[in-house]
Nanobody, 122 residues
Framework: VQLQASGGGLVQAGGSLRLSCAAS????????MGWFRQAPGKEREFVAA????????YYLNSVKGRFTISRDNAKQTVYLQMNSLKPEDTAVYYC????????????????WGQGTLVTVSS
């Protein structure tokens, strides 16, 4: 599976962005998909994940109620709608896919996109 993330950019605090992650490969619909982020000087952290069917979602506590992860298996795309953005959300955002293991650990993800930069100005 190859992943291509897009949709990042510069936005003012309180604004919104929608990230997309387009996948190639016939097994996309069998993978749990996740979004991670990495700010300068910090470790990569879990943001959100969605089960293969889309029926179960998980979120980092600090983004609950502001971010929504979704997927369209027919389009082989996963999305991250980000609302009420804060300066502390500034990071490079990565999409990733996995077939097993816990949803929050980057080490369990087999496939990674190239990352898209989100910058939130105050």
């Amino acid at each position: 599976v190859q992943l291509q993330a897009s949709g990042g950019g510069l936005v003012q605090a309180g604004g919104s962005l929608r990230l997309s992650c387009a996948a190639s490969g016939r097994t996309f619909s069998t993978y749990t998909m996740g979004w991670f982020r990495q700010a300068p000087g910090k470790e990569r952290e879990f943001v959100a994940a969605i089960s293969w069917s889309g029926g179960v979602t998980y979120y980092l506590n600090s983004v609950k109620g502001r971010f929504t992860i979704s997927r369209d298996n027919a389009k082989q795309t996963v999305y991250l709608q980000m609302n009420s953005l804060k300066p502390e959300d500034t990071a490079v955002y990565y999409c990733a896919g996995k077939s097993s293991g816990s949803y929050y650990s980057p080490s369990n993800y087999n496939y990674w996109g190239q990352g898209t930069l989100v910058t939130v100005s105050s």
